[in-house]
């Protein structure tokens, strides 16, 4: 039994996550749960890693990487290593010296390494990179032979076989090869003389039947032919109409077409091509009637008529003016042998190259020669195969820890060094900077999914005019609030590259951003609903007034006319039930108001800390609901919805906290150090809030004074010393606007008589 492997784990996200540190964690994947992996599968597009790399991990081509797969290709390059460990590294450049050539397939990479470096002109390299083995092109540009199974013209050496190739790519289409040349591969070689064949065979059975298929000699049996082919549907068109019109002469008319028919083209210019002229019968249709070879025939018609009567009825049947359906059914039978070695025809694809060469073609031994170049080159199968899993070692060594360490793990994505694969870039907008983007192709599908999420979601698209690209993004903002985020906004959104584009709002999900907007929300939403009343009032007024001007002008200018005033508006009747319906209401507010001014009363009474925590705990019953709600739901706001929307198999409820979120959304900062004027010409004028809380703080302070109600201070600074006979005789009860503090007491000289109601 082998021995278990020991795990690292650490906690983010509100769940464990392996830590992947050393090429021995990747060649024991297979033992790690899968239930404790942070996703099971992820796409193909649309992430920061090479498409081609996650396409050689995609064995099935299906366009995702499934835990498997990623397990057999972790397997595959730790094996091939001398040192996993260098996975972690993450260099786009392996060393040949780290190929493992201990092994009869490490042998088999390090040939093929060292044979594209050949290729590519860099035999005295020792390191390969990604860029060397993706230009396949490159590799086998200059090769006769690459193993793919394609031979090119140039894989011949004599101009005879490159002739043969280019012939089979005319006839039968081509495949590309490897160094992207056109060439052809088995299938077309075969199909190829497949044709070849059956056409030499299909001639050689007219050769043996020569004087029944070619009555009239080869020549002017297939001119006859092709003439007659030429007129055979409207003769056989003319002939059935007349054989109608014998059966029933009411169909005569119909049968030679009315005479509205030709007012639709009668009036424009015609030529004997007209398409409505074409349509007719060739000549005018009766009961038995010969079709004539001359004279009245349809023009559209004529000339082909006129070869047909040259090429076919002269050497048939003699030189005559009409042609009977009689002689029209001789002349088919005449045919007839033709006719059915046409139908039996083969090979029509190589046709065009002529009987001689394809006769030579035969003769000559070429399907051995090209058979013998295919089989070359399919001997260096292994070895292009060799090539391919050079590309995947050399791709695995830059690209596998990476995309291991955000698949099994999100570390990248919590650990903050660096973004994760599936983040692709930041977005600027309203003084925010969001980390948290990635690509998106439907936003309106993506949307169903992602919205689960919990988080608030802007879909944005992004469009650089100067490169002609577009792309979309979906982006979670985590921090501040939403005030000003709607649809439309512009910002500038930066990809992993470094590029920018243009960004536009076109779609929001909205859920709470932070605690701090959950708590001033109610009030947020109150000022609206305020202002929203305010404009309703003011548009009435202003409705109202505007009515009453115009009434105004209507009655002055109508004032010396006959015509009679305008009717006064019908009085309003007093309903009784409204007015006790008012009653009732306004006995309840007055309760309820009467009721709050004693509460006030009793409260300003006690003292500020009372005042002080009436407003807390109002603002707090007010808030506390929305705080609650949004709290909630921050708690469960987590990354899983949105990346299984992208064609993830998230495994983990990947969790964006308050914490974490306010990492994934920067606000605007001012930079340490910064200086900032500390006046702005353009500022709005406000109230004096400052001013009037220091006057009100001094005035509390020199009433406590002046009253006797700093005991701390020294007798020389006490009023009695300093005022004289202005300084108060008795004690008096001041209103004072701070509590108590020690030494400074003025209850202490109001009599407790006064503070009674």
Request: aromatic share 8%.
């Amino acid at each position: 039994m082998a021995e278990q492997h020991k795990w690292t784990f650490f906690r983010a996200g509100g769940f464990d996550q392996v830590k992947l540190t050393s090429g021995a964690d990747l060649k024991h994947l297979d033992q790690l749960d899968q239930k404790l992996w942070a996703a099971l599968a992820c796409p193909t597009r649309g992430l920061e890693i090479e498409a081609r790399t996650l396409e050689l991990i995609d064995t099935d081509g299906n366009g995702r990487v499934r835990a498997r797969e990623l397990i057999a290709a972790a397997r595959f390059a730790v094996d091939s290593l001398k040192t996993p460990d260098d996975l972690f590294k993450a260099a786009d450049g392996l060393p040949l010296a780290s190929i493992q050539d201990a092994t009869p397939e490490g042998k088999v990479l390090a040939a093929s390494a060292k044979q594209i470096l050949h290729h590519i002109g860099k035999d005295d390299a020792s390191t390969l990179t990604v860029a060397d083995v993706s230009d396949r092109v490159r590799i086998f540009a200059d090769t006769r032979f690459n193993g793919d199974g394609v031979i090119t013209e140039f894989s011949a050496t004599d101009e005879g076989g490159k002739a043969v190739v280019r012939e089979m790519m005319d006839c039968m289409g081509s495949v590309p090869d490897l160094s992207g040349k056109p060439g052809v591969g088995k299938e077309q070689i075969e199909a190829f003389f497949t044709e070849v064949q059956a056409y030499s065979q299909w001639q050689a059975a007219a050769d043996a039947d020569a004087a029944r298929i070619f009555p009239f000699g080869k020549d002017a049996t297939v001119a006859a032919v092709d003439a007659l082919q030429a007129v055979r549907a409207k003769l056989d068109d003319y002939f059935g109409r007349c054989r109608l019109a014998a059966y029933d002469n009411r169909a005569e008319q119909a049968l030679n077409r009315k005479e509205e028919e030709y007012l639709g083209f009668a009036a424009k210019d015609l030529d004997i091509t007209t398409s409505e002229v074409r349509g007719f019968p060739l000549a005018r249709v009766a009961a038995g009637k010969a079709l004539p070879l001359e004279g009245p025939i349809n023009p559209a018609h004529a000339v082909a008529l006129k070869l047909f009567a040259s090429a076919a009825v002269v050497p048939i049947l003699g030189p005559r003016k009409e042609l009977t359906e009689a002689d029209w059914l001789d002349m088919l039978a005449k045919f007839s042998a033709y006719f059915a070695w046409q139908a039996g025809k083969a090979g029509e694809r190589i046709e065009k190259l002529g009987l001689a060469r394809v006769r030579e073609l035969l003769s000559s031994g070429a399907r051995s020669s090209v058979e013998a170049l295919l089989a070359q080159d399919e001997s260096l199968r292994v070895e292009t195969e060799g090539i391919e899993q050079v590309e995947r070692l050399v791709r695995y060594y830059r690209d596998l820890a990476l995309l291991c360490v955000n698949f099994v793990s999100f570390e990248d994505f919590y650990d903050g060094d660096q973004p994760a694969i599936f983040q692709a870039g930041t977005l600027y907008l309203d003084q925010r900077a969001c980390r948290l983007c990635l690509h998106v192709e439907d936003a309106a599908k993506h949307g169903v999914m992602a919205g689960l999420a919990g988080a608030y979601l802007a879909y944005v698209d992004c469009v650089n005019s100067s490169r002609g690209e577009k792309m979309s993004i979906v982006a979670a903002f985590t921090a501040g609030d939403s005030d000003n985020l709607m649809v439309g906004r512009n910002g500038l959104f930066y990809d992993r590259k470094g590029k920018d584009w243009d960004a536009t709002v076109t779609k929001i999900i909205e859920n709470p951003i932070s605690i701090r907007q959950a708590f001033w929300a109610p009030y947020k939403k109150f000022a609206r609903y305020m202002e929203e009343q305010i404009n309703k009032r003011a548009a009435a007024a202003d409705a109202e007034a505007h009515a009453k001007l115009a009434a105004t002008a209507v009655v002055a200018v109508n004032a010396d006319s006959k015509l009679p005033p305008p009717p006064p508006p019908p009085e309003k009747k007093v309903d009784v039930g409204t007015v006790a319906a008012i009653g009732v209401a306004a006995g309840a507010i007055g309760t309820f108001v009467t009721a709050l001014v004693a509460h006030a009363v009793g409260i300003l009474q006690m003292g500020e800390f009372a005042i002080l925590g009436a407003i807390v705990g109002l603002m707090l019953l007010i808030s506390l609901p929305s705080v609650v709600m949004a709290y909630m739901k921050l708690r469960k706001r987590n990354l899983g919805p949105i990346l299984d929307a992208n064609g993830w198999a998230v495994n983990s409820k990947a969790k964006i906290n308050v914490p974490f979120g306010a990492t994934l959304s920067s606000q605007a900062k001012l930079p340490s150090g910064s200086r900032r004027a500390a006046s702005d010409r353009y500022a709005e004028r406000s109230f004096p809030w400052k001013t009037l809380v220091v006057f009100v703080l001094l005035l509390d302070v020199g009433a406590r004074w002046y009253f006797g109600g700093i005991h701390w201070l020294p007798d020389f600074l006490q009023p009695k010393q300093i005022l004289g006979d202005w300084a108060p005789k008795h004690a008096q009860a001041f209103p004072t606007f701070l509590p108590d503090l020690p030494g400074i007491s003025p209850s202490a000289a109001v009599p407790a008589d006064s503070l009674k109601p």
